[in-house]
């Protein structure tokens, strides 16, 4: 057996496993706290927070960031492609609104996290609140 053919064998039977996992992660409900605050905190919350609150929106509390800002809501529970939050991850950064407004897009992962919480609900505890990184030396210290 050629070892182009034993790799192709291999890479086959594996695939399967690796599509589960895959698809089990996806399924699995997505941690506010652990996964969802930091990428915000530190993607979104420089510009968005109490001290600017660029087009109007504040993603610092759960009824700020479920209010929106000046073009509405943002985020639509259950529906991140009606989600103006997840939309404008996906946007190119030659568009102006793009978001994080950096040259570096927010990674595959992230995105995908964002993507999968509101899918699940957008559920958000309560009580929780985010700090922008402006404040992270003084709340942290």
């Known amino acids: 057996m050629s070892r182009f053919l034993r ?5 086959g039977a ?8 895959l698809t089990r992660l ?4 997505v941690n506010f706290v652990r996964r969802v605050k930091p990428i915000l905190e530190k993607s979104c919350l420089e510009c968005h927070q109490h001290r600017y609150e660029f ?3 504040n993603l610092e509390t759960k009824e700020r960031a479920m209010k929106g800002g000046r073009s509405g809501p943002v ?18 950064h030659d568009n102006p609104v793009a978001m994080p407004p950096t040259p570096e897009r927010l990674e595959r ?19 929780v609140r985010l700090t922008p990184p402006q ?3 003084k709340s942290r210290s």
Do not use: F
Request: proline share 8%.
């Open 7 to 11: 790799i192709a064998l291999a890479l």
């Open 14 to 21: 594996a695939l399967p496993a690796c599509v589960m996992e």
């Open 26 to 29: 996806k399924n699995d409900p």
């Open 55 to 57: 087009a109007g929106l």
């Open 75 to 92: 985020i639509v529970p259950g529906a991140p492609h009606q989600s103006r939050l997840y939309k404008v991850l996906l946007l190119g």
């Open 109 to 127: 992962d992230y995105e995908q996290t964002i993507h999968d919480w509101i899918q699940q609900g957008a559920k958000w505890p309560e009580g």
């Open 135 to 137: 404040d992270w030396k």
